[in-house]
């Protein structure tokens, strides 16, 4: 278990070197998208480019520029999205609860933030900007400067790796015995 | 009455949005003293600071301000000259512009944002009436990570209750932020078992042997605090019962996170 501070944009050889169970800080730009942005960058495509980014599952609470609180939402229900979106680009994304392996596979990372620290990950952030607003606050596609987000966990690395998957079995496994 | 109605409701909202009530911070200290795995332990500590940080600053610890719900337990002689479901939902406009929340609710199907928390059957009341000429009202706001995770089983009456839930938790914590309170609903109907899991959740705690001995067995599945391992999974279990039908086996589960946020305020 190694802690990086690492800075968007990410490389290949960034998420090369992770290993599930390291920790992870992020500085530079961060984008959210969440449910809606989702099915529309599916319908129209992406409004940035999301080459190198780290894509962050959040609907955050903003008061005109300030992030109040911007904690991580489910990503599961982002995960029929998780090959397209992987595919424009994006190395790192970063949520909580995880997503299935395959897609990461030597092409990107999944980052867990602990969930519910909402007010902790403000802290962290600065808005840049604004994409999609007629989304509404939770669902549209906010540019975040973070300054050493984290702590986060590489739940799922690009070599096949699923932290979720190992200890849901293990609890699967002890209950059938 | 109808101003301090509205006013207590903003006032509740504050409140469980910027803090823990302290059985909650407890049952969370305890667990980060007594977990063994690093990882879950440094989860639990960076939870404990994310609520100093949300108490000191004011600010809604979860970005997920929640879905209003309420409860509350009403005095049978007081008589009320304006609707309280009208009171309530006034407060929860005002604190959506003041704390402020985060807009959550939206139609259904046109998935709409009415941008102020409100809308068709939103608030939601769970109503008691209880003795004298008093007004308690607790704001239980309740983020979608953990609902979404809910569920009701219509079980055979062979098949072992503790089991579906067991099962069901196994499968499901990850994506509900634990560790996990537990708010069972065993028994009633379909609709009642649901309900019978949410009252659970806001009349917590549940120390009886049935609930300790069921949060032993979820704890021992190692799923640990956001499912990446540790001996923390659950921090508490409540189950509340009904008579069912002789053909019945209704178990509800009612999913919370650790973030259990609530806050009551009493009007006399």
Not at chain 2, 34 to 62: D, I, W, Y
């Amino acid at each position: 278990m190694t802690e990086y501070h690492l800075r968007t944009p990410l490389s290949g050889a960034d998420v090369e070197m992770l290993v599930a169970g390291d920790v992870v800080f992020l500085s530079g730009s961060l984008f959210t998208a969440r449910d809606k942005a989702h099915a529309l960058t599916r319908r129209v495509g992406s409004p940035v480019s999301l080459e190198g980014a780290a894509l962050y599952h959040c609907g955050p609470l903003i008061l005109g520029d300030r992030v109040l609180s911007a904690g991580p939402t489910t990503s599961g229900r982002m995960a029929r999205y998780t090959d397209e979106i992987l595919g424009l680009g994006v190395r790192a994304i970063i949520g909580k609860g995880g997503l299935p392996g395959e897609p990461f596979q030597n092409r990107a990372v999944y980052l867990a933030y602990p969930g519910g620290c909402g007010a902790a990950a403000a802290q962290q952030l600065r808005v840049l900007g604004v994409h999609l607003p007629e989304l509404g606050m939770a669902e549209s596609l906010w540019v975040f400067e973070a300054r050493d987000f984290g702590p986060m966990i590489v739940a799922v690395d690009a070599h096949g790796k699923d932290l979720y998957q190992e200890v849901r079995r293990s609890a699967q496994e002890l209950e059938t015995h | 009455m109808k101003d301090k109605v509205v006013e207590a409701t903003v006032r509740a909202l504050q409140r469980a949005e910027t803090s823990l009530p302290d059985w909650v911070l407890q049952r969370i200290e305890e667990a980060a003293a007594r977990e063994s795995h690093p990882l879950a332990r440094h989860h639990l500590q960076f939870m404990l600071e994310n609520v100093a940080v949300a108490t000191a600053k004011g600010l809604p610890l979860c970005q997920d301000t929640g879905l209003a719900v309420f409860h509350v337990q009403m005095g049978r002689e007081l008589i009320l000259d304006f609707s309280l479901s009208e009171a309530i939902a006034e407060g929860v406009r005002i604190a959506t512009r003041v704390i402020p929340l985060r807009p959550n609710a939206v139609h259904p199907q046109t998935r709409q944002n009415s941008e102020d928390n409100t809308g068709t059957g939103m608030p939601d009341i769970i109503l008691d009436y209880v003795d004298g000429r008093g007004l308690k009202l607790t704001a239980f706001p309740k983020g979608a990570g953990s609902e979404n995770m809910s569920l009701v089983g219509m079980l055979n009456p062979a098949d072992d209750p503790f089991d579906f839930i067991v099962k069901s938790v196994a499968k499901r914590a990850a994506n509900a932020c634990p560790p996990l309170f537990l708010g069972i609903g065993l028994g009633g109907s379909f609709d009642l078992a649901a309900r019978l899991a949410k009252r659970a959740l806001l009349n917590m705690p549940g120390e009886s042997q049935e609930e300790l001995q069921l949060l032993e067995r979820i704890n021992s599945l190692g799923i640990g605090p956001m499912g990446l391992g540790g001996d923390t999974t659950a921090l508490g279990i409540k189950i509340e019962k009904a008579f069912c039908h002789t053909a019945s086996l209704p178990v509800a589960i009612n999913f919370q996170c650790w973030a259990n946020r609530s806050a009551t305020e009493v009007i006399q």
